[in-house]
């Protein structure tokens, strides 16, 4: 049973689309958080929710929208697509804000290709 | 700015011997640090961690240290296995997860 589930795992999509990634976690946590890992394998952290409030949001484009209706989902959702968004985004979550000797539970990865 | 850093992109080790993979930070306020382990088309997965307060944490095979005034910690494995061979990941806790780029460990047999 997945602990944390991400949908798609890929997706190919043109510019100027817009496309949503979905995540659920059945862990019960109360935080969840969207990374993404760049064509440099770089993972940075883009937005976090702990109980559906926004805690973290990086400087993000307005184009990414977090939504979260009820914490064991958090969506990510992406308007006009653009070919620098193509990467890797990972879901994952933590028992609480910062989950300090715990770590954070990732789920698989989206791999998203803009063409 | 990066405030993790790993600066080995890849190490490659014989079935057996011990791997020794670094990190090192500039934020001295972290209070704990992290590994995790990635395998392909797969989600990192949490290996061990340590607390500022401490300079070794121990688990199995799994040995981490942090050598607090050179903002530097390490992770052993002894011995290694070629199960090992994944990407390596370095993280710290600030107000969330700060990761480097990762270090790509092959076990050979």
């Known amino acids: 049973d997945t602990a944390v589930s991400q949908t798609p795992k890929y997706l190919v999509t043109q510019m100027g689309n817009d496309k949503s990634i979905k995540c659920e976690q059945n862990?019960?946590?109360?935080?969840m958080y969207w990374y993404k890992q760049d064509s440099k394998k770089f993972l940075k952290i883009m937005f976090s929710?702990?109980?559906?409030?926004?805690?973290i949001n990086e400087t993000v484009p307005n184009r990414f929208s977090p939504k979260s209706p009820d914490k064991a989902h958090l969506n990510l959702h992406i308007n006009s697509l653009e070919l620098g968004d193509s990467a890797v985004y990972f879901c994952?979550?933590?028992?609480?804000?910062?989950?300090?000797?715990?770590?954070?539970?990732f789920g698989s990865g989206t791999r998203l290709t803009v063409v | 700015d990066q405030q993790v850093k790993q600066n080995s992109p890849s190490l490659s080790v014989q079935e057996g011997r011990i791997s020794i993979l670094n990190c090192d930070y500039t934020?001295?306020?972290?209070?704990?640090f992290l590994w995790y382990k990635k395998y392909p088309a797969e989600g990192p997965t949490f290996l061990i961690s340590?607390?500022?307060?401490?300079d070794k944490n121990e688990d199995g095979r799994f040995t981490v240290f942090l050598n607090k005034s050179a903002k530097h910690l390490s992770l052993h494995i002894v011995p290694s296995q070629p199960g090992d061979s994944a990407v390596y990941f370095c993280?710290?806790?600030?107000?969330?997860?700060?990761f480097g780029k990762g270090t790509s460990l092959l076990v050979t047999p």
């Open positions: 994952a979550s933590s028992q609480e804000s910062g989950a300090r000797a715990g770590g954070y539970t």
């Open positions: 862990l019960g946590h109360d935080t």
């Open positions: 929710y702990n109980n559906k409030e926004l805690i």
């Open positions: 934020n001295s306020m972290f209070d704990y």
């Open positions: 340590i607390s500022s307060i401490k």
């Open positions: 993280a710290a806790n600030g107000y969330a997860l700060n």
